[in-house]
């Protein structure tokens, strides 16, 4: 099993801890663990066809949270623009063409 497959995995476990009365901790531990399986599972398939496979852990940690982070927003809001034009025309779906980048 992969890391970010185990992290899920373990952030589902602590999501699940308390299902009657869920804790406010372990929700935030939750979501904070389910980040990083996130962030590894991204940085694994960047790094997987990387040509050089002896310096793909190298490159692995060159990867920083905060352009991830920005990156994504940037890509959310893109992606919330494009599905609300698309709204006001009456279109339901998502244009194929808001992925290619």
Request: charged share 25%.
């Amino acid at each position: 099993m992969a890391y970010a497959d185990e992290l899920l995995e373990l952030a589902q476990d602590i999501a699940n801890l308390h299902p009657d009365h869920p804790h406010q901790a372990s929700l935030r531990r939750a979501v904070s663990t389910a980040y990083y399986a996130l962030f590894h599972l991204l940085i694994s398939e960047a790094t997987a066809n990387w040509q050089r496979p002896e310096l793909r852990a190298v490159l692995g940690r060159v990867f920083d949270h905060g352009p991830m982070k920005q990156a994504a927003d940037i890509r959310a809001l893109n992606l919330t623009n494009t599905s609300m034009r698309s709204r006001r025309k009456g279109r339901r779906e998502l244009s194929p063409t808001i992925f290619a980048r």
